[in-house]
């Protein structure tokens, strides 16, 4: 679900490339322009990169805002770009209440990796991550607990931060609005195979 460092080496060649070739027809003014125009890029790349890094949270909007919209569609990498993706395969299916009835299952975790994969420039990935990331810390909560069917008064707090991002993806998805029942199917396969399912749910 991260970005791949070979195709950012790739663009980047091409992109020096075309720029020694633009230099070569430039006149002395043009050039000075375009080195400024292009130290300008830079610093303002490595600001954000700073920004990003920084150990405290940024306190003003307006900078967290540009700094989240400049990162996330490219630069955002995750722990998968220093270690080998675990051996794990995780699925997240959802229904929900349609005409005194349920829709089909859906693997809406799956469908957001390949959307976002598709066009990495869509700006997808924080969703992709909160779905993902919110799937794994309830998966692992349940780690020590036997497949099993929760019906109603969930307690576990990573089960609950899971109901609620994918609450937000129904509502933006599928502009669901007021009390919608939907349930949910979780699974994880590798050495162990488990499944959880999570009925009675509505959206609040």
Not at 68 to 77: C, D, G, L
Not at 143 to 163: H, M, R, T, W, Y
Request: aromatic share 12%; charged share 20%; hydrophobic share 40%.
């Amino acid at each position: 679900m991260q970005s791949n460092p070979k195709i950012h080496i790739f663009l980047f060649f091409v992109l020096l490339h075309l720029l020694c070739q633009l230099l070569r027809i430039m006149n002395k003014t043009a050039k000075k322009l375009f080195t400024c125009i292009i130290a300008m890029a830079l610093s303002f790349h490595l600001i954000m990169i700073a920004v990003y890094c920084f150990p405290h949270p940024i306190k003003n909007p307006k900078i967290r805002f540009i700094n989240k919209q400049y990162i996330y569609p490219i630069f955002h990498q995750n722990w998968g770009l220093f270690v080998p993706a675990p051996d794990t395969e995780r699925k997240l299916f959802m229904r929900y209440e349609k005409n005194n009835g349920f829709t089909d299952w859906q693997d809406i975790l799956s469908q957001e990796v390949i959307k976002h994969k598709q066009n990495r420039l869509s700006g997808n990935e924080t969703r992709v991550l909160l779905l993902s990331n919110s799937l794994i810390y309830a998966l692992n909560s349940l780690d020590e607990q036997p497949s099993s069917v929760f019906k109603a008064g969930i307690s576990n707090k990573e089960l609950k931060v899971l109901q609620f991002e994918v609450e937000q993806y129904l509502k933006s998805k599928y502009q669901l609005n007021g009390r919608i029942g939907y349930e949910l199917l979780i699974t994880s396969s590798g050495q162990q195979s488990k499944a959880f399912y999570l009925q009675n749910l509505a959206i609040n």
